[in-house]
């Protein structure tokens, strides 16, 4: 088997199967935009403005080439060379009982290879019942494959989603993985699920809350907490710097900061 | 006498006479929070929100104690002690036609002292003339000192100001320096005209600009590049990263941030 292939080739379906689901949520149509990165591949961004969603966006690359060396010493393995695919989504619904919510999923390969990923949710007005389900959609999907996971990848979440300027989280967590290199075909099953699990999950919070009413004050509310989101994935988030530092496109790189923002 | 004093005690006086010009141009007041530093000194924020100025921030901060080693390895000197004190000002107006600005002016001491500061414009439409008369107070104020400084501070600014992910500059520039150590009394009188020379010419180009008449298009486009700012300020600029390595006030580093914003 062609293991980037077949990847790349899930990540693909799982992103097409998202923007059904989404848009049957909405009355917006996704857009799509091909890149091309000069040092070699490129990907697709889709992209909703809708009314459930404010901007809801996927992004799936395909990336390869020489890593600058500086960058390329902070990862596993010996050389330069580096071959990356990966599916990024990040949804800003634009009633602020709707939370935001983030799901990555990515397969890396330079002498070594590993998958990581991860999928987090960030209410504005945390509602309980949210919560709960995407953590027990996330936790079965990890317990399916290894009951270690679940408790390292949920700490390793809330250790990584932490703003240390505010000594605030980002949201209620979710889980968080990172060089997972113990059987390719384990692994790359693993990662299926948890894809599977938010496909399941966050299309029925938001359907539970697109609907509810709010007041201007709640929505002022949203767009000032939306602002720790921009700091957060600006000054700390790694697959930001991994992409302005491979010179990735910055459309895609940014499509996950919010659409409307306010700092008081 | 007192060189930390007296330094202060210009910053505070330029900072009174900052806020009393523009409240002149506004129907708003500015509003002060003061703030104290665990580890030493403290500062004093003052914003207005006003019709003119959507947001308008001036910080004079005096912070002092020591630095983490990794941090302080990077600034002159061989002690981790430090005293820094400065004022920083950003102006984000109402009217699209108005440009955003930004000066500041420092002091900082380890075992050696140095001014650095510098005033820049950032305009969404520019005016010739307004560029014109930005660069001509600020050359003014160099030439008074020193023939060398504005080509030199100028060159800088354009080097510093730079988004590299966007292969932009965040406007049209204006001056920045730092390291200023040569004569503690010409550093000083340097520091002092530039200070003055921004007092006098970013209310002229706010007062020309503030009532001219925009667009709904025009507005979004405003809102649209202020993203920029954002994304200058919190990945690249030194300022906010030396706020947040020294533990700053939050609020008081993250006051020049636009007040909306838009990525779309």
């Given at each position: 088997?062609?293991?980037?292939?077949?990847?790349?080739?899930?990540f693909?379906?799982?992103?097409?199967?998202i923007?059904?689901s989404?848009?049957?949520?909405?009355?917006g149509?996704?857009?799509?935009?091909?890149?091309?990165?000069?040092?070699?591949g490129?990907?697709?961004?889709?992209?909703?403005?809708?009314?459930?969603?404010?901007?809801v966006?996927?992004?799936?690359?395909?990336?390869?080439?020489?890593l600058?060396?500086a960058f390329?010493?902070q990862?596993?393995?010996?050389?330069t060379?580096?071959?990356?695919?990966?599916i990024s989504?990040v949804a800003?619904?634009?009633n602020?009982?709707?939370?935001?919510?983030?799901?990555?999923?990515?397969y890396?390969e330079?002498?070594?290879?590993?998958f990581?990923?991860?999928?987090?949710?960030?209410p504005?007005?945390?509602?309980?019942?949210d919560?709960?389900?995407?953590?027990?959609?996330?936790?079965?999907?990890?317990?399916q494959?290894?009951?270690e996971?679940?408790?390292?990848?949920?700490?390793?979440?809330?250790?990584?989603?932490?703003?240390?300027h505010?000594?605030e989280p980002?949201?209620?967590?979710?889980?968080?993985?990172?060089y997972?290199?113990?059987d390719?075909q384990k692994d790359?099953q693993f990662?299926k699920?948890?894809?599977e699990?938010f496909?399941?999950?966050?299309p029925?919070i938001?359907?539970?809350?697109?609907d509810?009413?709010f007041?201007?004050?709640?929505?002022e509310?949203?767009?000032?907490?939306?602002?720790?989101?921009?700091?957060?994935?600006l000054?700390y988030d790694?697959g930001?710097?991994?992409?302005?530092?491979t010179?990735?496109?910055?459309?895609?790189?940014?499509?996950s900061?919010?659409?409307?923002?306010?700092?008081?």
């Amino acid at each position: 088997m062609d293991q980037r292939k077949e990847v790349e080739s899930f990540f693909h379906n799982l992103r097409d199967r998202i923007l059904t689901s989404l848009e049957e949520l909405d009355e917006g149509k996704f857009h799509q935009t091909h890149w091309k990165r000069e040092e070699g591949g490129g990907g697709v961004m889709s992209l909703m403005e809708g009314k459930t969603f404010e901007k809801v966006g996927v992004n799936c690359s395909t990336v390869f080439g020489k890593l600058d060396p500086a960058f390329s010493s902070q990862l596993p393995g010996n050389t330069t060379e580096f071959f990356a695919t990966g599916i990024s989504f990040v949804a800003h619904p634009y009633n602020p009982m709707g939370p935001t919510s983030h799901m990555n999923l990515r397969y890396l390969e330079t002498d070594q290879w590993w998958f990581g990923g991860g999928a987090d949710l960030t209410p504005f007005f945390p509602f309980e019942e949210d919560t709960q389900s995407f953590h027990r959609e996330l936790k079965s999907a990890c317990d399916q494959n290894n009951p270690e996971y679940y408790p390292k990848f949920k700490k390793w979440c809330d250790e990584y989603f932490y703003l240390p300027h505010r000594k605030e989280p980002r949201g209620v967590g979710g889980i968080f993985f990172d060089y997972l290199q113990n059987d390719v075909q384990k692994d790359f099953q693993f990662v299926k699920t948890v894809g599977e699990a938010f496909l399941k999950v966050y299309p029925q919070i938001i359907k539970r809350r697109k609907d509810l009413s709010f007041t201007p004050e709640q929505k002022e509310h949203q767009l000032y907490r939306r602002g720790r989101y921009v700091e957060f994935n600006l000054i700390y988030d790694r697959g930001t710097q991994f992409g302005l530092k491979t010179g990735g496109n910055v459309e895609a790189i940014f499509m996950s900061l919010p659409p409307t923002v306010k700092w008081k």
